[in-house]
T-cell receptor, first 108, second 115 residues
Framework: ELKVEQNPLFLSMQEGKNYTIYCNYS?????LYWYRQDPGKSLESLFV?????AVKQEGRLMASLDTKARLSTLHITAAVHDLSATYFCAPMNDKIIFGKGTRLHILP | GAVVSQHPSRVICKSGTSVKIECRSLDFQATTMFWYRQFPKKSLMLMAT?????????EQGVEKDKFLINHASLTLSTLTVTSAHPEDSSFYIC???????????FGEGSRLTVL
């Protein structure tokens, strides 16, 4: 059974700083998704990583995937307040299972 | 634009009644849709995988007789919460995978409150 461990679960940081969210999973996964969720809203797709070594970047966010280590990271560069949200990773084998989420609070 | 449309976005019902939530794929056909539920400040939990033209596959611990899923067409899946109770109050979200790109898109979600 696929298990997902995301850390940290809560992160408060200053604007302008860099930080990384980690996503470990327990079994072989075909692909991995990253999502953003704002309070009271549904999920917004950020990245889908389809192969080992995949790296994708959009603005201040960059995601990577190491299938051998069963690890994905979401790196935030020079954080801004608008990035405050909850971020979820979700690897997929025969189903898509979500991590517990990282609540990111960026202080202006 | 939106890829998946979900309706209603909010519903309040009395205990014991049934509520139907619709999930539509826009401009493409979806043979598979996923239903999740999310409690406040918690993660998403997969409830079931909805397959067009066949029975849904439910996750362990999800009552198939309580959460009825129908995927009668390639663009529509419905989730019916039968005999709803206050503990069924939650945020229900559907999703579909775009086969070409592997992207997984979510509907806007349906917030159910059972009084």
């Amino acid at each position: 059974e696929l298990k997902v461990e995301q850390n940290p679960l809560f992160l408060s940081m200053q604007e302008g700083k860099n930080y990384t969210i980690y996503c470990n999973y327990s079994t072989t996964s075909d692909r991995l998704y990253w999502y953003r969720q704002d309070p009271g809203k549904s999920l917004e797709s950020l990245f889908v990583l389809l192969s080992n070594g995949a790296v994708k970047q959009e603005g201040r966010l960059m995601a990577s995937l190491d299938t051998k280590a069963r690890l994905s990271t979401l790196h935030i560069t020079a954080a801004v307040h608008d990035l405050s949200a909850t971020y979820f990773c979700a690897p997929m084998n025969d189903k898509i299972i979500f991590g517990k989420g990282t609540r990111l609070h960026i202080l202006p | 634009g939106a890829v998946v449309s979900q309706h209603p976005s909010r519903v309040i019902c009395k205990s014991g009644t049934s509520v139907k939530i619709e999930c539509r794929s826009l401009d493409f056909q979806a043979t598979t849709m996923f239903w999740y539920r999310q409690f406040p400040k918690k993660s998403l939990m997969l409830m079931a995988t909805s397959n067009e033209g066949s029975k849904a596959t439910y996750e362990q611990g999800v009552e198939k007789d309580k959460f009825l899923i129908n995927h009668a067409s390639l663009t529509l899946s419905t989730l019916t919460v039968t005999s709803a109770h206050p503990e069924d109050s939650s945020f229900y979200i559907c999703s579909v995978i775009i086969a070409d790109t592997g992207e997984l898109f979510f509907g806007e979600g349906s917030r159910l409150t059972v009084l």
